[in-house]
């Protein structure tokens, strides 16, 4: 999210005052350490000093000074806040400042950049992940801060870590509730209420003045209606118009149209462009974004093919990851070498041959290439 972030910087001015809340993860006993990285992270990688707006418990310790804190996060013309619980950010946050001053920077210009926990509670309901996933209640859905529907006029639930596959042999997608506990969720979810997932190391950029959004990182956005999902790949720009008609009446969107600076191309050139960087994942994503409706149970299609983009995971450098076990071998072979050792510095190059591992001896020294 390096370059989202610098770019939103860049359009907002190099003057624009930055916050980060540290609600969501404030009853965490690492609570500091937590803001000392964010705050690394924005001013080594993103180039941006971002200041820390506390507000950890409600009500406050000191009223005097979270009014303070409340002016800062009031006046400030970027406000992010991120990892913690969705639970306990809403809990914080209710009857205060905080909902207002969201609503405001959206109203006045500025940027409200939530990730994770945070971002769970920009929509009109939220999911309780931690009492669902960790403590085991049946699903169920919290009223949010619903600052995306003030803003754009859409009822959705926002569902951050859309693809996440840390239960391995158990199914943790859709922000660790699995699809048997979503459908759940969906059969639950106010009238012409929409779910917008966002995968890990992703995002969509709102700009509320021209209606366009912006995919951006490495995965994919779905705006999904009872289990109709429309897939959004990154790289693509739609209008908040297409999200709102594919939310309110599943299957009717437009498709999703790239970027008016990014030459044109056919989905298929697209897809054999992924696969020839070795990029499974995005040419499957690009696969599902393309299905029609009207294919015989596109739902249980779209899902397999979700489950496979997120069991491909990221494209792997083949290079980069064996160079450390071709380094060390090589060095093997090269003291074989030097101690005449043929036979043995042949039987090496012989068996990185079989593996795959190309050695060429060069005037200039020892060069190798991956072959398969």
């Known amino acids: 999210m390096v370059t989202p972030h610098q770019k939103l910087f860049a359009r907002l001015g190099s003057d624009v005052s930055a916050v980060l809340l540290d609600s969501p993860y404030g009853f965490q006993e690492n609570a500091d350490e937590l803001t000392e990285k964010a705050q690394q992270y924005f001013r080594e990688s993103v180039g941006r000093d971002v ?10 310790p000191d009223p005097a000074a979270h009014a303070v804190e409340m002016a800062r996060l009031r006046t400030a013309g970027w406000i992010f806040a991120g990892p913690g619980s969705p639970s306990y950010a809403l809990r914080t946050w209710q009857d205060t400042a905080v909902p207002e001053a969201l609503h405001a920077r959206l109203r006045e210009g500025g940027a409200v950049t939530f990730a994770s926990a945070a971002a769970l509670t920009l929509g009109l309901v939220t999911i309780p992940v931690y009492e669902i996933y960790k403590v085991g209640q049946d699903p169920y859905w919290l009223d949010g801060l619903d600052v995306f529907g003030a803003a754009t006029g859409l009822r959705a639930a926002l569902v951050p870590h859309w ?12 922000c660790w509730q699995g699809e048997r506990r979503l459908k759940v969720l969906e059969s639950l979810l106010p009238d012409d209420t929409f779910v917008l997932g966002v995968d890990e190391h992703t995002g969509i950029v709102i700009d509320l003045d021209s209606g366009a959004c912006e995919i951006v990182g490495r995965g994919t956005v779905v705006v999904r209606v009872q289990g109709d999902e429309w897939v959004l790949p990154s790289g693509g720009t739609i ?47 690009l696969v599902l974004s393309e299905l029609p409706d009207d ?3 596109v739902s249980t299609l779209r899902g397999q ?10 494209p792997v450098d083949v290079t980069e990851t064996v160079r450390p076990l071709v380094d060390l071998v090589l060095e093997l ?6 101690e005449k050792r043929w036979a043995e510095s042949d039987t090496i190059r012989a068996g990185m041959t079989a593996a795959g591992i190309e050695v060429r001896d060069t005037p200039d020294g020892v060069e190798w290439e991956v072959r398969r």
Do not use: C, K
């Open 51 to 60: 200041e820390a707006v506390t507000f950890r418990s409600a009500p406050p």
């Open 295 to 297: 294919v015989n149970d």
């Open 163 to 174: 693809n996440n596959a840390e239960g391995g042999t158990h199914d943790t997608r859709f």
């Open 239 to 285: 209008s908040l118009e297409q999200v709102a008609a594919h939310g309110t009446s599943a299957g009717t969107a437009a498709p999703v149209a790239t970027a008016a600076a990014a030459p044109a191309y056919s989905p298929d050139t697209a897809v054999d462009d992924a696969l020839a960087s070795g990029d499974v994942r995005s040419a499957l994503a």
């Open 305 to 314: 093919v979700a489950r496979i983009i997120a069991a491909v995971g990221e």
């Open 333 to 338: 072979r090269a003291q074989a070498r030097a």
